[in-house]
């Protein structure tokens, strides 16, 4: 196979960092980007051809790869033109859609036209997590019970969909239900963009049992956080100050029972190695679907995700009730943002 050539739709802070991570391999690269606004051309390499209008792009370029690197509302006719147009292999930011209606339809129109569709949840190529979830696999801290992440100033589609990836691969499960509250102290975006993406709090539950919070509001000013709590021990996740710590019971303890108080915790050595880097992260995702590897987070791994997040607002619309998971169809219509 030659030189791949790729295409980047939206051209902010994140598709640069696309344009970086494509500038890093050597069997692809950037031969054309679209964005609305024209004075992102003055940025880019004298290479790279420009266009204002993506469909132009497609109709006029030959395109083996493309990031799609918009806000959410405009993720799904952006994959669905790509894929429609022969674009083979399309990694599209999070969250994935604002519907259940458009990521089922994203990925139906995917795989009739036999294009490998990635969703770029970065996290699952963070070499620091794949390690964690081996060791919670192996049984570090014992089953897992509980999950709870917070994240002061969060946004339920933006970083929330993140925080329910992660969980996921960490449990190995899918949700089962959600009671969720969107943030009242929402005050717009926190990046200036023209869409509706509050933060909110609630409870979730696995289908294997497994328990979860999520608080994500603007009264909390606290970076993230997650603490994961396990039958006989816990793990702590500071990524802010790359700090992990691991905690279990004594080998002798774990024989006692469970529910015992008073029973102290030993720190296990952990050395999460290098900082969390989105460049690096993307740039993996994107080599696998250029290797023709499956990619780690694939298009029903974004739409469990943006389930979750829909959950949360139809709680709230029904006065909080428990939201029972997969949705039903009288609610794929409802919007993230």
Same mark, same amino acid.
């Given at each position: 196979?030659?030189?791949?050539?790729?295409?980047?739709?939206?051209?902010?802070?994140?598709?640069?960092? +696309?344009?970086?991570?494509?500038?890093?391999?050597?069997?692809?690269?950037? %031969?054309?980007?679209?964005?609305?606004?024209?004075?992102?051309?003055?940025?880019?390499?004298?290479? !790279?051809?420009?266009?204002?209008?993506?469909?132009?792009?497609?109709?006029?370029?030959?395109?083996? *790869?493309?990031?799609?690197?918009?806000?959410?509302? +405009?993720?799904?006719?952006?994959?669905?033109?790509?894929?429609?147009?022969?674009?083979?292999?399309?990694?599209?930011?999070?969250?994935?859609?604002?519907? *259940?209606?458009?990521?089922?339809?994203?990925?139906?129109?995917?795989?009739?036209?036999?294009?490998?569709?990635? *969703?770029?949840?970065?996290?699952?190529?963070?070499?620091?997590? #794949?390690?964690? #979830?081996?060791?919670?696999?192996?049984?570090?801290?014992?089953?897992?019970?509980? !999950?709870?992440? %917070?994240?002061?100033?969060?946004?339920?589609?933006?970083?929330?969909? +993140?925080?329910?990836?992660?969980?996921?691969?960490?449990?190995?499960?899918?949700?089962?239900?959600?009671?969720?509250?969107?943030?009242?102290?929402?005050?717009?975006?926190?990046?200036?963009?023209?869409?509706?993406?509050?933060?909110?709090?609630?409870?979730?539950?696995? =289908?294997?049992?497994?328990?979860?919070?999520?608080?994500?509001?603007?009264?909390?000013?606290?970076?993230?956080?997650?603490?994961?709590?396990?039958?006989?021990?816990? *793990?702590?996740? /500071?990524?802010?100050?790359?700090?992990?710590?691991?905690?279990?019971?004594?080998?002798?303890?774990?024989?006692?029972?469970?529910?015992?108080?008073?029973?102290?915790?030993?720190?296990?050595?952990? /050395?999460?190695?290098?900082?969390?880097?989105?460049?690096?992260?993307?740039?993996?995702?994107?080599?696998?679907?250029?290797?023709?590897?499956?990619?780690?987070?694939?298009?029903? /791994?974004?739409?469990?995700? !943006?389930?979750?997040?829909?959950?949360?607002?139809?709680?709230?619309?029904?006065? =909080?009730?428990?939201?029972?998971?997969?949705? #039903?169809?009288? /609610?794929?219509?409802?919007? !993230?943002?």
């Amino acid at each position: 196979m030659g030189l791949l050539r790729a295409a980047i739709i939206g051209m902010g802070p994140m598709g640069f960092r +696309h344009l970086e991570a494509y500038s890093q391999l050597e069997n692809v690269k950037v %031969v054309a980007v679209a964005d609305l606004q024209e004075s992102v051309k003055a940025l880019l390499p004298k290479t !790279i051809t420009f266009y204002t209008n993506y469909s132009d792009l497609f109709k006029q370029e030959n395109i083996d *790869i493309v990031s799609v690197v918009t806000t959410g509302p +405009h993720h799904a006719p952006i994959v669905i033109s790509a894929a429609k147009q022969g674009v083979k292999m399309i990694l599209c930011e999070k969250p994935m859609a604002t519907s *259940i209606l458009e990521a089922q339809e994203m990925i139906e129109i995917c795989k009739k036209n036999a294009v490998s569709l990635a *969703i770029n949840h970065v996290f699952r190529e963070y070499e620091t997590y #794949k390690r964690l #979830k081996c060791l919670l696999a192996e049984g570090i801290i014992g089953e897992i019970r509980h !999950i709870h992440c %917070v994240d002061g100033g969060g946004r339920l589609g933006c970083s929330g969909t +993140h925080f329910f990836d992660t969980m996921r691969m960490f449990t190995g499960s899918d949700f089962a239900w959600v009671i969720g509250f969107i943030d009242k102290n929402y005050c717009g975006d926190h990046k200036g963009r023209k869409v509706y993406d509050p933060g909110g709090y609630g409870m979730m539950a696995f =289908n294997n049992g497994i328990r979860a919070t999520l608080e994500l509001s603007d009264d909390i000013g606290t970076p993230e956080i997650i603490i994961i709590s396990g039958s006989v021990g816990r *793990i702590i996740i /500071d990524k802010n100050r790359n700090t992990y710590q691991i905690f279990t019971r004594s080998k002798e303890d774990k024989q006692k029972r469970l529910g015992e108080y008073d029973l102290p915790l030993y720190e296990i050595p952990f /050395d999460p190695g290098s900082e969390f880097d989105v460049i690096d992260a993307t740039k993996k995702t994107i080599s696998k679907l250029c290797d023709g590897q499956r990619p780690a987070c694939q298009g029903k /791994d974004g739409l469990a995700a !943006i389930e979750v997040a829909l959950a949360f607002h139809i709680s709230q619309r029904d006065d =909080n009730r428990k939201v029972m998971l997969p949705l #039903k169809e009288k /609610d794929y219509n409802v919007q !993230i943002t």
